[in-house]
């Protein structure tokens, strides 16, 4: 295709200097395209949730619900450290990513890179809360930190203590690249429909207002301007960028949208108590 281009282009051209035509078309065409072609589907809730017990137990189950349930982007996911995580208020702060071009080999990581887009907080961070369904996540990842950690040190080899949530089983950051690769390996061995990694953001952008309709909190949620997210949720807003931009979107409204797709996922199961068959009461005038 690209050596026809080329053979038209020239052709094409000459014929422009001779003044046959005024404009050479060749020039406007898309020669290059996605190897995937059209953009895959996000997936649904039930398929989020045959994902999620897939990977349940696994060194993919947190970054698989950052970006699945939170909408995180790869990079974020890849330099959120555990001095913005605070399990005791109940929040995460996202505000810094893995550098974009970081050498082969790196094991020491000292300084991140600032999160790209709008959709901070008043504080200058993007701060999300910790939902009752997503706590043990962050919970069982601090436990396998630990053993990890442990090993490494009593196997005599070398722990990088890079403050790193989602890291190498030595601390060492994650390369972007590996990351992606090995997250669509990790699907087509188990069976599961072709996305990008960073189709999990799309997947949880879609869930959320679908459950939702707040398109807005859920742009806060993913750090995303206005405009952003009606292009990633496919809608048309009317709302002007500059008004918005001073609409304040409390912690309790982002904690409500993401309970409405976290609790979805993850539907509590009754209690014992709520599961027994309570008698009938006897009706008095019966049994007179």
């Known amino acids: 295709m690209r050596n026809t281009h080329r053979i038209l282009s ?3 051209e000459g ?3 001779y003044r046959y035509i005024e404009h050479n078309p060749a020039r406007d065409v898309l020669t290059k395209f996605g190897q995937q072609g059209k953009t895959p589907d996000p997936y649904t809730v039930q398929q989020m949730q045959q994902l999620m017990g897939h990977v349940s137990g696994t060194e993919w189950e947190l970054p698989v619900m950052l970006a699945g349930m939170y909408g995180l982007r790869l990079s974020e996911v890849l330099g959120l450290r ?3 995580v605070d399990l ?3 929040t995460f702060g996202v505000i810094e990513q ?3 071009r970081l050498p082969a080999g790196t094991t020491i990581i000292e300084q991140m890179a600032a999160v790209k887009g709008k959709g901070a907080d008043n504080a200058g961070e993007r701060v999300l809360p910790i939902t009752e ?3 043990p996540y962050f919970e069982r990842h601090i436990e396998l930190q630990a053993r990890q950690r442990e090993l490494a040190i009593n196997g005599g080899g070398t722990y990088y203590e890079n403050d790193i949530v989602v ?3 030595n601390g060492a950051p994650h390369r972007r690249d590996q990351v992606s690769s090995n997250f669509g390996q990790m699907l087509r061995r188990s069976n599961f429909p072709h996305i990008r990694y960073h189709d999990l953001r799309h997947t949880a952008a879609t869930n ?5 309709g707040d398109f807005y909190t859920v742009g806060m949620i993913l750090g995303h301007s206005l405009k952003g997210t009606g292009i990633q949720l496919g809608i048309s807003t009317k709302l002007d960028a500059v008004t918005a931009q001073y609409v304040d979107v409390r912690l309790e409204r982002k904690k409500e949208v993401l309970d409405a797709y976290h609790n979805v996922l993850h539907p509590k199961q009754k209690s014992k108590e709520e599961n027994e068959v309570k008698p009938k009461k006897k009706n008095r005038d019966i049994d007179l």
């Open 98 to 100: 893995l550098p974009f």
């Open 208 to 212: 959320m207002h679908q459950l939702t």
């Open 167 to 169: 890291a190498r089983a």
């Open 15 to 17: 014929a422009r200097k």
């Open 133 to 135: 369904a997503t706590r």
């Open 82 to 84: 555990w001095r913005n």
């Open 10 to 12: 020239v052709s094409l």
């Open 88 to 90: 005791e208020k109940g």
